[in-house]
């Protein structure tokens, strides 16, 4: 066959792509673009409702009776399962494809939620709060999402896509703490609840759109030559001294977060101020978190992301330091969340970033499950030890000193990170 046959028989007898091949040359251009903002939808339905949750715990201390250890340690449990949930959906995703996985968890989220405003126990608070709310944001929660967006980006665009996916998340807290505050004003908390827990259903359509598991890299990504199995790929990463690191640093985040996210309505009422500042400093937190994870997604990708990392966690701890020594007015509450916010979750895009950067994307939403497991162990503790703390001293000080030697403490950990690509020098076949 000559050279022109060849050609034609592929392209047209112009030389050019066919009409059938260019509708599928845009949509490859484009699906990545739809994989991110489905992917944003879903952290925005993640994050937005669970971090409006202790919006309620005021009133439902009032309300039933309970302690705030109580509540702290139903948050913590939620925390927990979160974490442990993570790896697993991470697992599940990677061998059965994402958008199974999403459904699955979206379901297990809107029934904690519900059941949740009905608890009459604090057996079933801790069941419905903790577990089934837990499980369910861990299977829809970063890990998963995140994966699928790193495999359909490049390399070159990978940090700044995940940068936006996790702004996307504070766009939902941004959003959902006022509206929460409003709803639980006028329906109360019983009523909130069940119409939060409609809202997150909302995961299950875009989930559609998040297809995929571990063996369906993007054309548009570089191919992946790690290891071609989940267990060889954890054993390399546990013998990696970097992933343990992470796993240290990912614990003072996750400490940091569950402390403010849960305790700062108390800490508003406790400090005499009406409770719409709790509401609107879990907002400015969103919508300065928007800021910071998109400027450590773009940066990112431009400087060593584990200097970044340590700059985030230092300033987090002077921040802190900065607070306790401050009145407690509504403007220091503000700019406190303002602050916080944005370095929130800007730790989220670096951390992922590194992860996919050292070891590949391949087995990325199983390993950043790992790390997100110690994540939310540190989750646990802060949101248990605030509640107990408040319960045995009055006050949350305790918490707030401890959350300064953390923050240092994994200033620290993060520089001697070796994050180089495991498989730098490998190519494709």
């Keep these: 066959m000559r050279p022109t046959e060849n050609a034609g028989s592929s392209t047209g007898t112009s030389g050019t792509a066919s009409p059938t091949q260019q509708t599928l040359l845009r949509a490859t251009k484009w699906f990545p673009w739809l994989v991110l903002l489905c992917g944003c939808l879903v952290l925005s339905l993640n994050l937005g409702v669970r971090q409006s949750l202790g919006l309620f715990i005021p009133d439902m201390l009032n309300d039933t009776g309970w302690t705030a250890t109580t509540f702290g340690l139903a948050f913590a449990i939620q925390n927990l399962m979160w974490g442990v949930s993570a790896p697993i ?6 061998r059965f ?8 968890g979206a379901v297990l989220y809107a029934a904690g939620l ?38 359909v980006f490049s390399p070159a665009r990978r940090s700044f ?104 309505p108390t800490f508003t009422e406790l400090c005499g101020l009406p409770r719409s500042v709790a509401a609107e400093g879990l907002a400015l937190i969103g919508l300065f978190n928007i800021v910071g994870t998109l400027t450590a997604g773009w940066a990112g990708g431009k400087w060593r992301k584990k200097f970044g990392l340590s700059f985030i966690y230092g300033t987090r701890a002077l921040v802190i330091v900065l607070f306790i020594f401050a009145p407690k007015t509504s403007e220091t509450i503000l700019l406190f969340s303002a602050s916080m916010g944005a370095l929130w979750l800007s730790t ?49 000080d305790a918490v707030w000193w401890a959350s300064v030697a953390l923050g240092v403490f994994a200033a620290l950990v993060h520089l001697p990170i070796d994050d180089r690509e495991l498989r730098g020098a490998a190519k494709p076949a």
Aim: include cysteine; charged fraction near 5%.
């Design 161 to 264: 896509a995940l940068g936006l996916a996790s702004a996307g998340g504070s766009v939902g807290q941004f959003v959902m703490a006022p509206t929460s505050q409003a709803l639980n004003s006028s329906l109360g908390y019983v009523a909130t609840l069940a119409i939060l827990a409609m809202i997150s259903m909302l995961i299950i359509p875009a989930a559609f759109a998040l297809t995929g598991k571990a063996e369906a890299n993007s054309p548009n990504a570089t191919p992946d030559m790690g290891p071609q199995g989940l267990l060889a790929a954890f054993h390399e990463a546990r013998k990696h001294r970097g992933f343990i690191l992470l796993n240290a640093g990912f614990f003072v985040c996750g400490f940091h977060i569950a402390v403010i996210a849960t305790h700062l």
């Design 114 to 151: 519900y059941l949740m405003g009905t608890s009459t126990s604090p057996g079933e608070l801790h069941l419905t709060a903790g577990f089934l709310i837990g499980t369910g944001v861990g299977a829809t929660s970063f890990p998963v999402v995140l994966a699928a967006i790193s495999r």
């Design 89 to 94: 959906a991470g697992a599940l995703a990677d």
């Design 348 to 396: 989220v895009p670096l951390t992922s970033g590194l992860i996919a950067q050292v070891f590949g994307p391949r087995y990325m939403a199983t390993l950043f499950g790992i790390v997100m497991l110690s994540h939310q162990i540190g989750a646990f503790f802060g949101a248990w030890m605030g509640g107990l703390v408040y319960d045995l001293t009055g006050n949350f």
């Design 97 to 104: 494809g994402t958008t199974r996985t999403l459904i699955g």
